[in-house]
T-cell receptor, first 111, second 116 residues
Framework: KNQVEQSPQSLIILEGKNCTLQ??????????LRWYKQDTGRGPVSLTI?????NTKSNGRYTATLDADTKQSSLHITASQLSDSASYIC??????????FGTGTRLLVSP | EPEVTQTPSHQVTQMGQEVILRCVPI?????FYWYRQILGQKVEFLVS????????KSEIFDDQFSVERPDGSNFTLKIRSTKLEDSAMYFC??????????????FGPGTRLLVL
């Protein structure tokens, strides 16, 4: 079944600390994997897109990894800021078009 | 920076009524999408649209739903007879490219629909 599972469901960290969010998927055929940031009441905003051949991709303080063999991805946030508080959603593109969304990890960065 | 806009931001309607949600995609984008997110749940794909026709739809997108691009800028989602379970946030998205590894979909801010 085409699913995207994320862990943890929620996470609280202190400002300035690092954290890593996990994503496991069973989507097939795999096209690419994206990480989105979704602020409360807003639409998702793309952070990174990774294809089958990419292992690591960075976007500022965000670094995503992809292991296509084990079908796992992670998003590492460095030196967290209060504005990082949001839901982080792992999204896998199935084939040419359909995006399969994970349930997200809700991150709260505390001062 | 260009962005996807949606109107209204909030809509309250009675069960059985028709609603039309409006979206203005980014101007040079050719591919359009609708998603919904029930409160506390994950985002779900509804439909994709290209060249004035539906290119893919999910099992959620039944005969009660329809999409249209009535002019050169707007992209609409119509729900003919709303049900309580249609209450959700509806996101419109658009993309410039299709079928490429690096295609990015840009999401609008959403319309929160509440069916009473």
């Amino acid at each position: 079944k085409n699913q995207v599972e994320q862990s943890p469901q929620s996470l609280i960290i202190l400002e300035g600390k690092n954290c890593t969010l996990q994503c496991n998927y069973t989507v097939s055929p795999f096209s690419n994997l994206r990480w989105y940031k979704q602020d409360t009441g807003r639409g998702p905003v793309s952070l990174t897109i990774m294809t089958f051949s990419e292992n690591t991709k960075s976007n500022g303080r965000y670094t995503a990894t992809l292991d296509a063999d084990t079908k796992q991805s992670s998003l590492h946030i460095t030196a967290s800021q209060l504005s990082d508080s949001a839901s982080y959603i792992c999204v896998v593109r199935k084939g040419f078009q359909k995006l399969v969304f994970g349930t997200g990890t809700r991150l709260l960065v505390s001062p | 920076e260009p962005e996807v806009t949606q109107t209204p931001s909030h809509q309250v309607t009675q069960m059985g009524q028709e609603v039309i949600l409006r979206c203005v995609p980014i101007s040079n984008h050719l591919y359009f999408y609708w998603y919904r997110q029930i409160l506390g749940q994950k985002v779900e794909f509804l439909v994709s649209f290209y060249n004035n026709e539906i290119s893919e739809k999910s099992e959620i997108f039944d005969d009660q739903f329809s999409v249209e691009r009535p002019d050169g800028s707007n992209f609409t989602l119509k729900i003919r007879s709303t049900k309580l379970e249609d209450s959700a946030m509806y996101f419109c998205a658009s993309s410039e490219k299709f079928g490429t590894q690096q295609e990015t979909q840009y999401f609008g801010p959403g319309t929160r629909l509440l069916v009473l």
